[in-house]
C-alpha cells in the first residue's frame, strides 16, 4: 500500500502491517460486532487491507456503502441497511464462521493519508440492526485517527526512502578502465545500508572511490545517519586519501553516533585503473575478490565508527590502510551483512561469489543476482551490494600532466611491498 495515496496496485500485491490487524480486531472487540474491515481505494477497484470474523468478500460486497462513507469525511452510522431507501433490504451477504447473513449494521469512519486525502474506511459490521451511542461514535473517530497517524507516518518514512535512493549514485562514473555498480534493497521504506563512489583526482591520476556502509538498525533514524556517513565522508575524501578520509569522518560523526547511540560498519577504498587498490575496513569484514585462482577476502581487524569504546580511530598513526591488486580476470564484490546472512557458511557465500566470474556478467548483472539471491533467500535486513572490475584498456591515455601513457596487455606494475610483479591487464 501508498502510504501516501492509499492505492494498491493489486489485490495480488497488497501488504498488511501488524499495527492495522490490531485495530481492526479491537474495532470489532468494542463494538462486539460479527465482523470488521479495513478497506482501501486499489487503482481499479477497492482492497480489504485486513478483515476480522469475516470474509474478505464479504467487505467487497459493501462496495456501494463503503464508497458512500468515504465521501462523508465523518463517522456514518447506518443503524439498518434493510430499512435504507439508499441501499435497500438484502444487497450485502455477510460471510461468517456461522454461515451467510445480510449486513444490517454498518458503522465506518473514513482514514486518511499524510496529504489529507480520504483513501479509506474503517468499517464494523452486524446482521442485526442497532446503533451506536455518542460515545461509542467518538471510539470509532478516536480509532480512525490511529490509522491516521499510523498511515502518515508511513508516508514519511516512504518520502525518506525515496529520497535516500536519490541520493545514491544514478550512474557509473565514466573512467576508463574500471566499472562498478550498486545497489540497496531496504527492508523498510528507508534503512541503514548505503553505497557511493566518485572519481577524484589523485597523485596517480583519476582515481576511483567506493564506499560500502551499514548503520545499526533500520528505518527512518538510521537512514538520517547512513546520508550523513555518505555526504561526509564523501567531502573529505575529496581532499585526502582513503585513510585520512576515514579517520576524519570518524572523527567528525562521533558525538552525533554516540548521542544516537549508534555504530557504523565502513569499507571504503581508493581504486586506480590498474587495479591497486588502497581500502580501509571499519569493522565491516565483508569484501571479497572472486578469482579464478580462488576467492581471497580484503578485511581488516578494525573497529566501527562509533563503537562506544576507547577508539583509536582519533590517532591517524594507530591505523593503516591494506592494499592488494585487482586483476583482469577478477571482480571486487562488498556487501552488506544482509546479504551474507543467507548463507549457512562462509564458504557458501565464497561460493556463490566466485559463480559471478560467469563469462559476459557484467558488474550490474552480478549486483542484481546478488540482491536476487539474499531477497529470494528471506532475508529481514536490509541489503546492498558493490561489485567493480576492470574493464580492457589497451588504448594510449594521457595523464592529469598531458603526457602520454600507454597501458599494454604485458604491464609491470609494482605491489605495495614494492616488489616488480607481472600481470596481464588485457
Known amino acids: 500500500m501508498n502510504a501516501r495515496t492509499g492505492q494498491?496496485?493489486?489485490i495480488g500485491e497488497e501488504t498488511?502491517?501488524?499495527l492495522y490487524g490490531r485495530l481492526v480486531r479491537l474495532a470489532r472487540a468494542v463494538f462486539?460486532?460479527?465482523?470488521?474491515a479495513l478497506t482501501v481505494r486499489g487503482e481499479r477497484q477497492p482492497v480489504t487491507l485486513v478483515a476480522s470474523g469475516v470474509g474478505r468478500e464479504s467487505a467487497a460486497s459493501t462496495e456501494p456503502v463503503w464508497r458512500y462513507a468515504l465521501g462523508t469525511g465523518g463517522v456514518v452510522v447506518?443503524?439498518?441497511l434493510g430499512a435504507s431507501e439508499m441501499f435497500g433490504p438484502g444487497m450485502f451477504p455477510l460471510v461468517t464462521p456461522a454461515g451467510v447473513t445480510p449486513v444490517r449494521f454498518y458503522a465506518g469512519v473514513p482514514v486518511h493519508s499524510s496529504s489529507g486525502e480520504?483513501?479509506?474506511?474503517?468499517?464494523?459490521?452486524d446482521h442485526a440492526p442497532r446503533t451506536l451511542d455518542s460515545v461509542q461514535r467518538q471510539i470509532l473517530a478516536d480509532l480512525g485517527a490511529v490509522l491516521d497517524r499510523e498511515l502518515s507516518a508511513s508516508g514519511e518514512l516512504a518520502m525518506a526512502g525515496?529520497?535516500?535512493q536519490l541520493l545514491l549514485p544514478r550512474e557509473p562514473p565514466d573512467l576508463p578502465g574500471l566499472e562498478v555498480a550498486g545497489r540497496v534493497l531496504q527492508a523498510r521504506d528507508a534503512g541503514g545500508d548505503f553505497?557511493?563512489?566518485s572519481t577524484v583526482q589523485g597523485p596517480h591520476g583519476t582515481r576511483l572511490d567506493v564506499v560500502l556502509g551499514d548503520v545499526m538498525g533500520k528505518g527512518m533514524a538510521a537512514s538520517l545517519v547512513a546520508s550523513e556517513m555518505r555526504a561526509v565522508l564523501r567531502t573529505h575524501a575529496r581532499y585526502v586519501g582513503v585513510l585520512e578520509a576515514v579517520r576524519r569522518t570518524a572523527e567528525t560523526t562521533a558525538a552525533d553516533l554516540a548521542r544516537l547511540g549508534r555504530f557504523v560498519t565502513l569499507w571504503s577504498a581508493s581504486i586506480e585503473p590498474t587495479g591497486r587498490i588502497e581500502y580501509v575496513d571499519a569493522g565491516h569484514g565483508l569484501a571479497v575478490v572472486a578469482s579464478p585462482r580462488g576467492p581471497r577476502s580484503l578485511t581488516q581487524d578494525q573497529l566501527p565508527l562509533g563503537m562506544p569504546v576507547a577508539s583509536t580511530w582519533a590517532a591517524a598513526h594507530d591505523w593503516a590502510a591494506a592494499h592488494d591488486v585487482l586483476e583482469a580476470d577478477e571482480l571486487l564484490v562488498v556487501v552488506s551483512d544482509g546479504v551474507f546472512d543467507v548463507f549457512g557458511s562462509i564458504g557458501q557465500a565464497y561460493d556463490a561469489v566466485q559463480e559471478l566470474l560467469a563469462p559476459g556478467l557484467t558488474c550490474a548483472g552480478a549486483v542484481d543476482a546478488i540482491i536476487a539471491h539474499a531477497s529470494g533467500a528471506g532475508t529481514s535486513d536490509d541489503v546492498a551490494a558493490v561489485v567493480v572490475r576492470r574493464t580492457p584498456s589497451d588504448a594510449v591515455r594521457r595523464t592529469p600532466s598531458g603526457a602520454e601513457r600507454r597501458t599494454p596487455s604485458d604491464a609491470v606494475r609494482r605491489t605495495p611491498s614494492g616488489a616488480e610483479r607481472r600481470t596481464r591487464t588485457d
Request: without cysteine; negative net charge.
Open 195 to 197: 553505497f557511493d563512489w
Open 16 to 18: 498488511t502491517s501488524d
Open 118 to 125: 480520504t483513501v479509506g474506511v474503517l468499517a464494523v459490521f
Open 8 to 10: 494498491v496496485s493489486d
Open 78 to 80: 447506518i443503524p439498518d
Open 162 to 164: 525515496e529520497v535516500q
Open 32 to 36: 462486539a460486532v460479527p465482523g470488521a
